[in-house]
């Protein structure tokens, strides 16, 4: 009787894992790099996004932060209290807009919309 009710708790909690991990895939949205600056420590990127313009910010020398040459991206945002900013946090991938699965991650971002 045990053995019959670890494993049903082993095949529900596989179920859920499975059925709720689609959940946590988040879009890569295109977007496009305008220009890139450091002032006092902070690299701030202009980006665009559907005509709006946005900024990403970061801690110089903090893993994940660089400043991005001109040219298009891949966007994700990230859910509320994910990621290391205490902010809208959004990762920048570098590939081919086609495939947004194959594309290669560049850095982690706090959001400012404008």
Do not use: W
């Not at 959940?23 to 977007?31: D, G, K, S």
């Not at 040459?69 to 086609?98: F, T």
């Amino acid at each position: 009787m045990k053995r019959t009710v670890s494993l049903f708790a082993v095949l529900t909690a596989a179920f859920v894992m499975l059925a709720t991990q689609p959940a946590f895939v988040q879009e890569r949205t295109p977007v496009k790099v305008t220009s890139s600056e450091i002032v006092t420590g902070v690299v701030i990127v202009h980006v665009e996004k559907d005509a709006k313009s946005l900024e990403l910010q970061c801690n110089q020398g903090t893993g994940g932060c660089k400043a991005l040459a001109s040219g298009s991206y891949l966007m994700v945002e990230l859910p509320k209290n994910y990621g290391i900013y205490d902010c809208k946090n959004v990762e920048m991938y570098r590939g081919d807009q086609a495939k947004p699965d194959a594309a290669g991650l560049i850095g982690n971002y706090c959001l400012i919309e404008k």
